[in-house]
């Protein structure tokens, strides 16, 4: 929609008002007298000397009433009005009150004779354009009306409405209904409204969200507590209660209680890494980091547990001294969980396949599996925190659902990403990189 700056807008409201009242001016001062002249018609000065030569030619008449009727007559058909005195000032004869004479035009001469006033002459005619001031206020109010219309359906009007969208957005009530206005700052009040309310719509999906994802952590966390927690107690009841008789149960009671301290401990830890990453408050130490150098220590240090499964893990072609800003701690820890999700996923006597490779300004790796890849609903969430495909939550099976999220995040604040897929051989595809440094 084409809009008016309000400078022009106001503008063009003042010609109006200007305007309106010179037309109907102009059209009442031609209506009248036929012209656009607005001094003394032709008719006029011809009116005007006829009716001058009438009362010239009849001095001696000018008391006769019959001659005063036939003046009254011609005045009448001339629109035009006359006050005759003697030479002493007496009042002849008159046709026009004296109130009247102050809205017309007046004409005075005397009539001499031998070297003598013998008269004295006022002709009266209309040329006060009362009716032409009458049709320009009219104009004028027109032109307000026109005005005011307009000002009304383009301000205030819209402005009134967007005070009570205002009002509606205040009290939480964002579907509102934002009127259009022919004004160029109105429209982009307008359009910041629009903005405005999309991202509190946006801002109150998220909040929505996140708080049906802070609900989905409670309870996932509390679960995840209570397994270990609860077989701890179990077996640390039975040690106590003395039902571990035999030295051999008793280092099995021990290993399994050590066993879910552990777990514990691995939680809480990813609990506490997950939150700190969640509000960026992670200490990032960042130096030059050879990130080659930082792949092939986790590779080392997931080893043991792949040799347990006994599979088997292929490195590519790595690139040396690969060098990127970043912590290099926090790096070996992202890559340590997605190597461990890797291993978990991966079938006894399985393969996991690693690449790393430079191009452009960023370096790549890659994590391929030969497990059973991602569901399609695991593709759309399996970064999300405490998601697990598997929803008994087997320890046996996967992890606590915060590995793969702490990776991103890390991943992220290093200015690079992650993205999961599968493999067109089969199983899960991890692909990730880092920007190069400068």
């Known amino acids: 929609m084409k809009t008016l700056r309000i400078r022009k807008f106001t503008v063009i409201c003042l010609f109006l008002l200007l305007l309106f009242p010179w037309l ?26 006829e009716t001058v030569q009438l009362i010239e030619t009849n001095l001696k008449n000018w008391k006769d009433p019959v001659w005063q009727n036939r003046l009254n007559k011609h005045l009448e058909n001339t629109n035009m009005n006359v006050l005759l005195q003697s030479a002493l000032n007496e009042t002849i ?83 509102v209904q934002l ?17 405005m309310v999309a991202g509190l719509k946006k801002s109150f999906q998220k909040q929505v969200e996140m708080e049906a994802e802070r609900r989905f952590i409670i309870a996932s966390v509390a679960h995840d507590l209570r397994t270990p927690l609860f077989a701890l107690r179990g077996y640390l009841d039975g040690l106590e209660k003395g039902i571990a008789t035999s030295p051999e149960k008793q280092a099995k009671y021990i290993a399994v209680c050590k066993e879910k ?17 969640e509000y960026s408050e992670i200490e990032f130490n960042e130096n030059k980091v050879d990130f080659t150098h930082v792949l092939k220590k986790a590779i080392d240090s997931i080893m043991p547990q792949a040799q347990l499964k006994y599979i088997s893990i292929t490195e590519g072609n790595f ?34 396949f690693i690449h790393c490779y430079q191009e452009s300004d960023r370096v790549y790796f890659t994590i391929r599996d030969t497990g059973k890849g991602f569901s399609a609903d695991e593709l759309h969430h399996v970064f999300e925190p405490l998601y697990r495909g598997e929803v008994s939550r087997n320890y046996s099976t996967g992890g606590f659902g915060l590995g793969l999220t702490i990776s991103q995040r890390i991943i992220r604040q290093h200015g690079g990403d992650i993205i999961a ?18």
Not at 326 to 347: C, F, I, T
Request: hydrophobic share 40%; aromatic share 8%.
């Open 319 to 352: 690139p040396n001294h690969c060098m990127i800003n970043g912590d290099a701690h926090l790096l070996e820890r992202a890559l340590n969980n997605l190597l461990d999700n890797a291993v978990r996923h991966s079938p006894t006597k399985g393969r996991i």
């Open 24 to 49: 109907f001016f102009v059209a009442a001062q031609v209506l009248e007298t036929k012209t656009l002249g607005f001094g003394i018609s032709d008719k006029q000065k011809a009116d005007i000397k």
């Open 93 to 175: 004869y008159q046709s026009v009150s004296n109130h009247e004479q102050s809205f017309m035009k007046s004409e005075q001469f005397s009539l001499i004779e031998d070297g003598q006033v013998t008269g004295k002459v006022t002709i009266y005619y209309s040329n006060s354009r009362l009716k032409q001031i009458i049709a320009a206020f009219v104009g004028l109010i027109v032109a307000f009306f026109i005005v005011g219309y307009f000002m009304r359906r383009n301000i205030l009007i819209p402005l009134e409405k967007m005070s009570n969208c205002a009002r509606k957005i205040a009290e939480g009530d964002l579907d």
């Open 179 to 195: 009127p259009s206005s022919e004004i160029t700052e109105i429209a982009e009040v307008r359009d910041g409204f629009h903005v």
């Open 261 to 277: 301290s552990a777990q514990l401990d691995r939680l809480v830890e990813d609990l506490f890494t997950y939150t700190k990453t």
């Open 421 to 438: 897929e599968n493999d067109k051989e089969g199983g899960a595809l991890l692909t990730g990189w880092v920007p190069l440094a400068s």
